[in-house]
Each structure stands twice: as structure tokens, then as C-alpha cells.
């Protein structure tokens, strides 16, 4: 892998790392300027249906990512470098949840959890340049 594919590897997990971090702020200053309807019966129901589809993603970016591991090993760069960032496209997409949760019931507190499991994903997925730069600075221990 060449340093520039390296390079685009890192720009492009940060740029979904960045993204998921803007939303609790985007969230925090939006429902403090407005105050959208809020629907408990309506919010119970998106509060379930998000979660599921966070299940759901969060096995699908696990598996994109293995996909791209595998074809990263095989020799086959670009696929394995689109398998990660649809992997992270998908973390990313929980934050979203979160954003919309918390748009409704007009409580940035109630995003916390789809921020914090987009986040998390989206570090457990890191790019392969990232992870065998941390296998190769760790000592070995005899």
C-alpha cells in the first residue's frame, strides 16, 4: 500500500470521525433555537425502530469491514479501501439517529447513547494503515 493510499485511508475514517463528533453540537444549538413538536407515542416508536436499524448497521459495517480487511490482504487496494468507508458511512449513520432522536424530543441527552455507539464504531473500524502502525510500535514483550 503505497503512502498516498495510506494518507487517503486516514483522511476519509477522520472525516467520518469529525462528522460524528459535529453532531451533539449541531444537535445542542438547533434545539435551542427551536423547539420541535414532540409526540411521546411517536418518540417511544423512533426510539425502537432506530435502535433496530443501529443493530442492524452496526452488523452490517462489521461485516464491510471484514470484507475489506480480506480484500485489502488479497492484494485488491481500492474495493477493500470502498468496503471500509461504507463501513464507516454506516457508523456514521447511527450518530444520525441520534440526531433525529434528539431533534424530536428537543433533548440533546437523549442522543447520547447513538453518539457514543457511532463513535465507538467508528474507532473499533479504524483503517488497516492505523492498525498496523499500532502492531508495529507496540514492544514485544519476552
Known amino acids: 500500500m503505497t503512502t498516498e493510499q495510506k494518507r487517503l485511508q486516514l483522511v476519509l475514517w477522520g472525516a467520518f470521525v469529525v462528522g460524528v463528533a459535529v453532531y451533539p453540537t449541531a444537535l445542542t444549538v438547533i434545539v435551542h433555537q427551536w423547539r420541535p413538536p414532540y409526540d411521546s407515542d411517536i418518540l417511544a416508536r423512533l426510539q425502537v425502530d432506530c435502535l433496530f436499524g443501529a443493530l442492524v448497521q452496526t452488523l452490517g459495517a462489521l461485516w464491510f469491514a471484514r470484507r475489506g480487511a480480506a480484500m485489502l490482504a488479497g492484494g485488491h487496494e481500492p474495493q477493500g479501501l470502498w468496503s471500509f468507508a461504507v463501513a464507516w458511512a454506516l457508523s456514521e449513520a447511527i450518530g444520525l439517529y441520534g440526531l433525529l432522536v434528539g431533534l424530536w424530543r428537543g433533548q440533546p441527552e437523549v442522543s447520547t447513547l447513538f453518539f457514543t455507539w457511532a463513535i465507538a464504531l467508528v474507532l473499533v473500524l479504524r483503517p488497516p494503515a492505523v492498525r ?10 519476552s
Open 132 to 141: 498496523r502502525h499500532a502492531e508495529a510500535s507496540t514492544p514485544e514483550v
